[in-house]
């Protein structure tokens, strides 16, 4: 007797690629600007480069200058018009139009002594605070760039750091996997917790696996994302996301995201239609943009298309994009383009409808 | 065409005599060099002591800086004692003994592989004449042989295993092999237990030699000799067990230091030279930064920074930079280029060298790389240029001595290659 037909699974939605741009330096960061027009991107170059999504078009722009070695962090002001950049040599700025005539509304030029490691903007968008490996943790008024909270001497390297929604408190995650949190005003450490496996150490190389911190749900989770490190010296780590129960401080779910060679979350977002969207980047060549629902461990969607990626935003109208590396020139040679130039990699951007979306045409 | 070199027909005097005297079997210092310089030798007080970074410390983030460029990085440079010179600001110890160190920013080797860059690098790639040369330890330890202190003239002092490593040696035989230290500890039971007596000891050491004799009469002389040897160095290891005391160390040491492996190998370093070993290897692995370089410079290069200018102070303070050479290397450096896993690949088209001490101009900076940084400007200059180099400050004719390989005569460093007369005294 032949078997009965199995029920074809529904294969989920897949986010669908709408156009690649190019930009010819690595980006360490990309998002979309508050009112939806202009995706704006640092990197390697010091530069915050701009593309014009309205053009009919979309083309690169005028890049906004001012930053040294590389910009390490950029968000943009939620509700707002400023865009804060944040560079390796120590540089915090404000920008403000960035979508028409841009124009540096306040910076610091040593807002920290070197890296600046990490940048988070409070949801009402009034409050910003850096992490920088000085060991000092600043909070910024975003309106003018006036200091108002310092946490110095922090006991260890930060690697990332967020504020909370209600500004209340700030969370720091550091080189050994440590959070602090530090309430606001006075910037007292409140409490500690390890996260265990977020640290690795050999051959005198400790290597940091808590390199993101986002609050979300109103403050009430604390994710924590990074990796797993498994080795020194190479991105070999288990990407790994830690959901917090803030007001707890405990671990509510965990998802560890593919195997050792893709190394670490590099960026993550909540995407309106129900899911997180995240990136990660590894070995060379290796690289994850994964779709994963709340409380799941495994995504929906896992792209290994794209090489190290290494950034992600979501646009207010669902759209995707992902920074990504060239596949070329990843090796030991001193491989040349064809003019017999030694040429640095790059990053392309990839943008994407979210999936379902062929009910829905996406505008761009 | 004739492709043959001068060196290559230079019958002189001293080789005829090297030739006779190694034909003869004198035994001399091995039995390789001629008498009269194996006399001279062991007279020299000169030592050396090596800090390998294995696997490719990056030129950018250290020696050689590129900040605000395509390929720079992320870290800015600072300023060193010596004007106009910067290097990565993860190195602000060190760059304040910028007076008292050379550093080539113009090496440029061959091979961009570790299995096969490592050896040629540390047996300064001369030209194949289808002998294994030996290892920069081994050829000191042969062309020195051990200081009056009677210590054995190669020590390595390395992470994870230690033993004798015999192939070191190379053609020289395995006696000029590393005695290594594996994570700086001395060979297991070095101390004799209390249960035998020094005279039951000094009978079974009679008794094993008598036994070797009969052994060696059967085999190559090679293969003894190296049996022997250990032996001794276990003898002559175990009339200085203090140098393993960790109770010995001040606090104040092991602080300056660090107490990480690079910190405490380096400060044991430091006992094992000031004791009187010839040849000193400290090692560091994991310096293969194909992915998240810049995260990993971050986290070592302060170990570097602290501990080798702990090492570089002492040396000083103790009037040891005159006796002592310092050489920091590795077996090439890092690519300009970053790759999409943040890291820096292989790359010995232009990186740098670091050396301070005995014979070493203190403050010199010699050669040029492009200002991104991706070839060298100036002169290059290859490992064999190197050899030459250290060799002639500690007091070798490179162009002169040699080694004799039975009838064979083979230079000591490359022959087509020199010293670099700007880093020398």
């Known amino acids: 007797m032949a078997d009965a037909p199995k029920p074809t699974e529904k294969k989920p939605p897949e986010p669908r690629e709408l156009f690649k741009l190019d930009c010819d330096r690595q980006l360490m960061v990309a998002r979309f600007t508050a009112c939806g027009r202009m995706l704006v991107a640092g990197g390697y170059d010091a530069s915050i480069r701009r593309w014009d999504l309205c053009a009919e078009q979309t083309v690169e722009v005028d890049r906004v200058e001012g930053h040294h070695g590389w910009i390490s962090w950029l968000e943009v002001q939620p509700g707002g018009d400023l865009v804060f950049s944040a560079d390796t040599w120590g540089r915090l700025q404000a920008t403000r139009g960035i979508a028409g005539t841009p124009e540096i509304a306040w910076h610091h030029e ?85 996260l265990a496996g977020m640290h690795f150490y050999k051959r005198i190389q400790d290597v940091g696996g808590l390199r993101l911190l986002r609050f979300h749900d109103k403050g009430r989770t604390l ?42 979350v590099f960026d993550l977002a909540w995407h309106p239609d129900g899911f997180w969207a995240v990136v990660t980047s590894g070995q060379p060549g290796s690289g994850q943009f994964l779709l994963l629902k709340p409380g799941q461990e495994k995504p929906f ?25 060239n596949r070329n020139s990843q090796g030991n040679g001193a491989v040349r383009d064809k003019q017999g130039n030694y040429v640095a990699n790059f990053s392309p951007l990839h943008v994407f409808a979210p999936p379902g979306s062929e009910e829905k045409p996406v505008a761009g | 065409m004739n492709h043959c070199r001068s060196w290559e027909h230079g019958w002189s005097r001293r080789r005829m005599l090297g030739a006779v005297a190694g034909g003869a079997g004198v035994a001399g210092l091995g039995g390789i060099l001629q008498p009269a310089a194996a006399e001279e030798m062991a007279r020299n007080d000169k030592q050396i002591l090596l800090i390998w970074l294995d696997g490719g410390m990056s030129q950018l983030e250290s020696w050689d800086p590129k ?54 690098i540390l047996r300064g790639q001369p030209r194949n004449r289808g002998v294994t040369y030996p290892y920069l330890g081994s050829a000191v330890a042969k062309l020195m042989g051990p200081t009056e202190s009677g210590l054995p003239p190669y020590v390595w002092v390395k992470p994870g295993n230690g033993g004798f490593i015999a192939k070191h040696a190379g053609f020289l035989g395995a006696k000029y092999g590393a005695l290594a230290l594996g994570d700086g500890k001395p060979p297991a039971n070095l101390v004799r237990p209390d249960s035998i007596s020094a005279a039951a000891d000094a009978a079974r050491q009679e008794l094993r030699r008598k036994f070797n004799r009969q052994f060696a009469d059967r085999r190559r002389a090679n293969f003894n000799e190296a049996n022997s040897y250990v032996y001794d160095v276990a003898g002559t290891l175990m009339k200085h067990v203090e140098l393993f005391d960790e109770a010995k160390l001040s606090e104040k040491d092991r602080r300056r230091y660090g107490t990480h492996d690079l910190g405490r190998h380096a400060l044991l370093a430091r006992r094992l030279i000031e004791a009187g070993v010839r040849f000193v290897q400290v090692t560091s692995y994991g ?12 986290s070592r290069m302060p170990k570097v920074d602290q501990s080798v200018t702990a090492l570089i102070e002492d040396l000083y303070d103790r009037g040891l930079d005159e006796r002592v050479l310092v050489v920091m290397m590795a077996e090439f450096g890092r690519t300009p280029r970053i790759n999409g896993s943040v890291g820096r690949d292989h790359w010995p088209n232009a990186w740098s ?73």
Not at chain 1, 139 to 165: M, T
Not at chain 1, 233 to 255: E, N
Request: aromatic fraction near 6%; proline fraction near 6%; charge should be negative.
């Open chain 1, 223 to 264: 994710i924590c994302a990074g990796g797993e490190p498994q080795a020194t010296g190479r991105s070999i780590a288990i990407p790994t996301i830690h959901w917090l129960d803030w007001p707890k401080c405990r671990i509510a779910h965990t998802a560890r995201l593919g195997a050792k060679n893709h190394g670490f």
């Open chain 2, 67 to 120: 900040p605000n460029t395509p390929f720079g990085g992320p870290f800015r440079s600072i300023p060193t004692t010596l004007p106009g010179i910067h290097v990565s600001e993860l190195m602000p110890k060190l760059s304040r003994q910028m007076k008292r160190l050379a550093v080539v920013r113009s090496m440029k080797t061959e091979d961009a592989n570790h299995s096969s860059g490592v050896p040629k």
């Open chain 2, 353 to 425: 060298v670091a050396m301070a001490g005995c014979g070493i101009r203190p403050g010199t900076v010699v050669g040029e790389t492009l200002p991104d940084g991706t070839d060298v400007k100036t002169t290059p200059y290859d490992i064999g240029h190197m050899f030459h180099t250290w060799f002639s400050a500690v007091g070798l004719d490179s162009a002169e001595a040699e080694y004799m390989n039975g009838t064979q005569p083979l230079p000591i460093a490359h022959d087509d290659m020199h010293k670099v007369d700007e880093l020398l005294i």
């Open chain 1, 110 to 194: 040593q807002a920290h002594d070197g890296w600046i490691r990490s940048l988070s903007v409070s949801d009402d968008g009034q409050a910003l605070v850096t992490a920088g490996r000085d060991g000092a943790v600043r909070v910024w008024s975003a309106v003018d760039g006036r200091l108002l909270h310092e946490v110095k001497d922090h006991p260890s390297e930060v690697f990332a750091v967020a504020i909370h929604p209600a500004k209340q408190a700030i969370v720091t995650g550091d080189l050994f996997g440590v959070l602090r949190r530090f309430e606001l005003p006075g910037g007292k450490c409140v409490g500690e917790t390890t």
């Open chain 1, 301 to 325: 969607f896992n792209s290994t298309k794209m090489s190290n990626c290494h950034s992600l935003a979501v646009h207010g109208d669902g759209r995707i994009v992902v920074t990504a590396s």
């Open chain 2, 287 to 298: 310096w293969d930064t194909h992915g998240d370089n810049f995260n990993s410079h971050a």
